[in-house]
């Protein structure tokens, strides 16, 4: 891949900050982001952007998407980070978009997509289950298929847990076995299924950020029509492997490092120990640069696996795997950095960032970077986890390496 600068890029990053300027709201800017931002928020973000004919930055224009090239969404995203705007929602956009795209009815494209533009649905998945996470294919969740003169469906019963956003979302994209008889991963379909459905029941779970944002969901005798499947019956499993690419090559989550680098320098240079600036200690600048250079690394890493992907390159598959350990372990060095280099304000347990702090209680100095930062050190431990475990992506990278 040419990694020479585009001398276009400049002039597009310009469109892009003249765009965040006058046509963004002061109230969508300068944001805590997450993985999803507050659904009033992306919801109103996503109609800004879609006014703006940028509502699916990351699709290929014949999907109605931007049809920017990958330097361009990079681009995007982080002059977007740096605005602090919200989220997009990540579930709708970079992972089953991407599937409707590809697998999806003309109908079904016509039922959801338009909603997805308009912001005016937001979506979970439904993968992993109790005993299932690592192993997904071995998934117990069943959808038995009904035939009845009020139309046929599927009747769905099992759990899901660890669904992240399932309690403020309106639909949810589910693996469930319609096959128990065959190969595991023979057995597995994909189905769309509305979340107000009768029989679903969403239960939260409280991560150790201390923050709600997981849950527990519970299907008994849940109705899903034949219309919500995807693909046919047992291509779940190929349309998984497909997602979940796409899954890996976004844990990276680069612009969101960008700025934490940002923040980590600027402490560096603002935060003292034994009266000398943190950037004055040779072991903390040592890690500084090295953090930095992993991170320039991985930047280049992101352009490679995306325009591979664009390509339909099977090694992308690989390199999407080694992205997503190498993204992830990243995340967790330098928010475990930003907590060192705020001392002892790093030790302070702080309420979840989108929770309003108490007028009662006064701003000490550095909290709003430190209530922020401890939630999202926490929140880190987990990324070597969801998404498939480092363990289990190298034992994809080992496997596909073998066979290639």
Known sequence: MDFQPDSGLEAFRQEVRQFLQTKVPADLKGLPRSTRSRCEEVMRWQKVLNAQSWGA??????????????????????????????SQDPFAQ???????????????????????????????????????????????????????????????????????????????FLLVRTNPEVKKQAGISF???????????VRPIRSIDDAHHLNEVFF???????????????????????????????TADLPVQKRYMQQLRQLATTQRMGGDRLIERPEFALKLARLDAELQALGMFVQRVAKMEQEHNPASHVLGSMLKIR???????ISEAMVEALGDYGAVAYPDPHEDLDPAQPLLPLQEVARSMANNMFFHRAS?????????????????????
């Open 57 to 86: 930055p990351y699709w290929a224009k014949e999907h109605g998407g931007t049809g920017w090239s990958v330097p361009q969404i990079l681009v995007f995203d982080e002059e977007c980070g740096a605005a602090g705007t919200p």
């Open 94 to 172: 970079k992972l089953l978009g991407p599937v409707m795209n590809a697998f999806a009815s003309p109908e079904q494209k016509a039922e959801h997509m338009p909603a997805i533009f308009n912001g005016q649905r937001l979506w979970c998945q439904g993968f992993s289950e109790p005993g299932s996470g690592s192993d997904l294919a071995s998934l117990k969740t069943r959808a038995e298929l009904v035939k009845s003169v009020d139309g046929d469906h599927y009747v769905v019963n099992g759990q899901k847990i660890w669904t992240s956003y399932a309690h403020e979302s309106d639909w949810i």
């Open 191 to 201: 189905l769309l299924v509305d979340m107000k459905t009768p029989g679903i029941t």
């Open 220 to 250: 008994d005798d849940v109705r899903v029509p034949v219309k919500n499947l995807v693909g046919a019956e047992g291509q779940g499993w190929n349309i998984t492997k497909f997602l979940l690419n796409n899954e890996h090559a976004t």
């Open 327 to 333: 993204g992830t372990e990243l995340q967790q060095k």
């Open 384 to 404: 070597t986890i969801y998404g498939g475990t480092s363990e289990v992506q190298r034992s994809i990278i080992a496997k596909m390496l073998f066979h290639l």
